[in-house]
Nanobody
Framework: VQLQASGGGLMQAGDSLRLSCVAS????????MAWFRQAPGKEREFVAWIRWNSDMTYYSESAKGRFTISRDNSKNSVHLQMNSLKPEDTAVYYC?????????????????WGQGTLVTVSS
């Protein structure tokens, strides 16, 4: 599975931004999909995951209430709608796929990763 993330950019605090991730090589319809992010000098951290049929989602505390993860299995894609952006949201955002029925927030439990898209939020 190859994952291609896009949609990052330079934003101002309070703006909204939608990230997209398109998969190729294999259908991701049965995978758990997630977004992670990595700020400069910090470890990669979990942002949100979504189950294969979109019946369950889960967010980090920093994302809860502001971000929404969604997927379109017919288009082999997953998205992250980010609202009310803050400077602390500045990071490279990665989409990831987990070939398992069991959910996880752990970086090392995801099997496939996109290349990342940079989101910069100025105050």
């Amino acid at each position: 599975v190859q994952l291609q993330a896009s949609g990052g950019g330079l934003m101002q605090a309070g703006d909204s931004l939608r990230l997209s991730c398109v998969a190729s090589g294999r259908t991701i319809s049965r995978y758990i999909m997630a977004w992670f992010r990595q700020a400069p000098g910090k470890e990669r951290e979990f942002v949100a995951w979504i189950r294969w049929n979109s019946d369950m989602t889960y967010y980090s505390e920093s994302a809860k209430g502001r971000f929404t993860i969604s997927r379109d299995n017919s288009k082999n894609s997953v998205h992250l709608q980010m609202n009310s952006l803050k400077p602390e949201d500045t990071a490279v955002y990665y989409c990831a796929a987990r070939d398992s029925a069991f959910i996880s927030r752990a970086v090392n439990e995801y099997d496939y990763w996109g290349q990342g898209t940079l989101v910069t939020v100025s105050s």
